[in-house]
């Protein structure tokens, strides 16, 4: 493992050393706490919750891949059905709820991970019996530490608990209230973030009306809400443009993509993933989501964004992403294996031998040279903008 | 306020037949109508500032109009709203301060129609945020209860605050204008001497013995090679002649005349001799919210042949002359097609170029664009009146200078 660069060791390290950190705490309930994080309830930890979800809403699923999936879940209740019975204590209940509510939250197609999570921690605010703003921050804390490494790989996840968790800890006018209002205030800011999540989407698709002119060919690869609202904008703009849409293998995210296209009456190509380098000649620039846009502005999607902004990079087309910015995350990965391996199972449709070894990441990461501007409903910006913005945010 | 209309229709005119040029003199030209604008508008006793930035908007969506390509009647429009804009809510904080110093209370409530007072200063101070600042990720979850912020009653200080004095009132009005009028003289007066600012820097940039190219003519480039000359820096300049107007000859008398070593080379040398060459130093007619920048023609190629060869290329840009806008289409939205007459001449080549006599179109085309589009990536640094500054940093420049609201002041840009 020599290649990888320290961070990741660090990382690795400090997942492995979890269960001794805590044999030396006495608090029973961070004890609990973090056995439920250790014991992740996926019984197949190296397969991706996040991409799973995903893959359940966004992609078309064949029905063999959905018996499979069918099978993870329901090895997975079982998983935590274990830990149930291990774990004693009336505290471990609510460690438990927090994970409960946000599958709840996410099993919703329209919502998107970081509304979910906000939503799930507001659930334990209100659960939460503290009387003074400094336990509820301890109690919140905890709770979303505990989501965070349920799904290690989920970066919105992290990325939106660690806002909220932000917006708890900085708010100044939380400080002159007195704490059931200041609770309320919370709850309050925490429902209304799915609208935020909502409004963004609709600030994006404004913001990149400009970049679609008439008669311009658009890539569009994975599936992503935000780039969906640009391209339904834009038709209802009446813009004449077309789409390629990238097959999107494993999960066939390009047949949803161009089922939409077709409906909106847009002139919609399906091309293999690869395909691209073929079609790139013909296309004028390529749009992509983002599943989180790290501190070097470089941004983490799914699987073959990175080649094909390679590609566009090499024939000098712009590379646009369209991402809210509470995807926004503290990362920075040097390298493609520098982050939690996201993994998810591959539907080949023959029986690999099992000598075979299968490449299953769910995602690359892209890094900011190849890509051209970000439309975030912070407005358009260029990558570099992006560690602005988490510096200011959290230092 | 007739003559203000007239003065307005005048500059308009002006700007449509292009007659004034270059992006200073047209930037302090419109920067002193506003003022004149502003200062001849009345203001109503509610909401000056809206007042004001109607007006403003409508004045400066005709400037906008008559020539789009100079993008610095645009920014200097967008400035001015921004002044308008933090001059208001400074006046507001600092009567909302006082007021609650004072405690006072008085009757009438009527004209409370004027949002501000009843906001507690806490309020204030987070509208300050959402509108003085571009969007931020901290604000994010502050931001969307605008409707639902009005505190509960427990946090609130006290109903007193709520009321202002009309007395009060009419001063701040007069107070506002007065302000604002004061801040765009200081705008006229940082565009008057942005060259000086830029020139200052001009020993950090350029050091002994070395070879500067440039590109046409630019004062701002002939001031910050004059002020390197005048600390008794030693250099050598190439002048690009710059076709088709060849201003670079105008430039080459000008260094000589101050005792500068200038060489002067046609544009297609440029590739030739780039490699003699330390550092490339030209103006820019525009630079754009990606670092990209739109200058006169034939700089797109010298960049090129500067980033083949590694030379550092430098653009010497005054505030004024930043755009927050990207360029989507910088090509055909952002250019401007001069007279063919400035390449060739009407005399010898009216036969082919006739309409009435071939049948059908002319074979003989001329094209004749003012401008080109430089990317960011070819771009090394920016050398602003407010120091040095990598393309990549243009956008938090913007942030400092334009508030979001006013990006689009045209209804319909590029159209």
Known sequence: MWWRSPSFILD????????????????SYSTLTMTGAAQNPNPNSNISAYYQTRAAHHGVVTS????????????????????????????????FDVIDEFNNWRKQPDLAEAVAAIRALASVIRSIEASTMMELEVELKKASDCLKSWDRTSISLTAGCDLFMRYVTRTSALEYENFSSAKARLIERAEKFGEISHKARKIIAMLSQDFIFDGCTILVHGFSRVVLEVLKLAAANKKLFRVFCTEGRPDRT??????????LDVPVRLILDSAVAYTMDEVDMVLVGADGVVESGGIINVIGTYQIALVAHSMNKPVYVAAES????????LDQKDMVPALRPIDFGVPIPSKVEVETSARDYTPPQYLSLLFTDLGVLTPSVVSDELIQLYL | MPDITATVNEFVNELKKRKIEGSQTTSRLAAELLRSVISQQRLPYTNQAAALIDAVKAVGEKLIAANPVELAVGNIVRRVLHIIREEDLSLTTAAIGGLNVAGTSDDDVDDDTDDHPVLSAAAVAAASRSTLRPPSLQTLLEDIPVTTSVPPPSSSGGESEGKSKSADKSVRSRKLKHDVIEAVNELIQDIATCHEQIAEQAVEHIHHNEVILTLGSSKTVLKFLCAAKEKKRSFRVFVAEGAPRYRGHTLAKELVARGLQTTVITDSAVFALISRVNMVIVGAHAVMANGGIIAPIGLNMVALAAQRHA???????GSHKLCPLYPHNPEILLNELRSPSE?????EFSDCMDFGTGPGSPLLHVVNPAFDYVPPKLVSLFITDTGGHNPSYMYRLIADYYSPDDFAVQPKPGS
């Open chain 2, 311 to 317: 030379v550092p290329f430098v653009v010497l840009a």
């Open chain 1, 326 to 333: 509470y995807k926004f995350a503290r990362l920075y990965p």
């Open chain 1, 254 to 263: 390009g047949l949803r993509v161009s089922n939409e296209m077709a409906k």
């Open chain 2, 343 to 347: 390449l060739l001449d009407f005399g």
């Open chain 1, 12 to 27: 690795k390290q400090q997942h492995l050393q979890h269960p001794d950190d805590n044999g030396d705490e006495d608090s």
């Open chain 1, 64 to 95: 063999d891949w959905l018996a499979q999936a069918q099978a993870a879940v329901g090895a997975r209740e079982e998983g935590s059905d274990d830990g149930g019975e291990v774990e004693v204590g009336q505290k471990k209940k609510k460690v």
